[in-house]
């Protein structure tokens, strides 16, 4: 199976999720999938920087934001499946999880390392937002104005 018949937003979205969740938990759960296979490097674990960029409202002119130490690195399975990991910060054996789920993620066993590593990490997310969202609103102050009759 390759990337095409993945379909590269759900590659996207497992990518992003790899990459946002904590290194621990991936390790945990990556070891009680079992999923181990050898590999070979296409790329070791490398640390960098990438410039950040943003938008003034989210559509205004792009802007520099600053400075985000990266690490990446990319191998391939010895079923020919290639896997990219890109993590925020300086943890290589997060990137490798990272790019070593990427590529059993197109292989046969991509269902089962969907049950056993992304949908929890996913429901992690999930559950953090809502707790996140739940604290805001705790916050939120509604503003109204009263009619005072007077034109």
């Not at 559950?127 to 034109?151: H, Y």
Request: hydrophobic fraction near 45%; proline fraction near 4%.
């Amino acid at each position: 199976m390759n990337v095409t018949e993945v379909g590269t937003e759900a590659r996207q979205r497992w990518m992003g999720l790899l990459a946002r969740a904590p290194a621990a938990r991936l390790a945990e759960l990556l070891e009680v999938a079992g999923a181990a296979p050898v590999h070979e490097w296409l790329r070791m674990p490398e640390t960098g920087g990438v410039m950040v960029r943003g938008r003034a409202g989210g559509t205004g002119a792009p802007f520099n934001m600053g400075e985000m130490t990266v690490t990446r690195c990319a191998l391939r399975l010895e079923t020919g499946e290639v896997g990219h990991g890109y993590v925020q910060g300086r943890d290589k054996a997060h990137a490798e999880r990272a790019a070593l789920v990427d590529a059993l993620m197109q292989g046969p066993g991509a269902e089962a390392l969907r049950a056993a590593v992304i949908a929890p990490l996913a429901e992690a997310e999930a559950a953090s937002r809502r707790e996140r969202a739940a604290k805001a609103a705790a916050t939120k102050v509604e503003f109204f104005t009263m009619v005072r009759g007077e034109d």
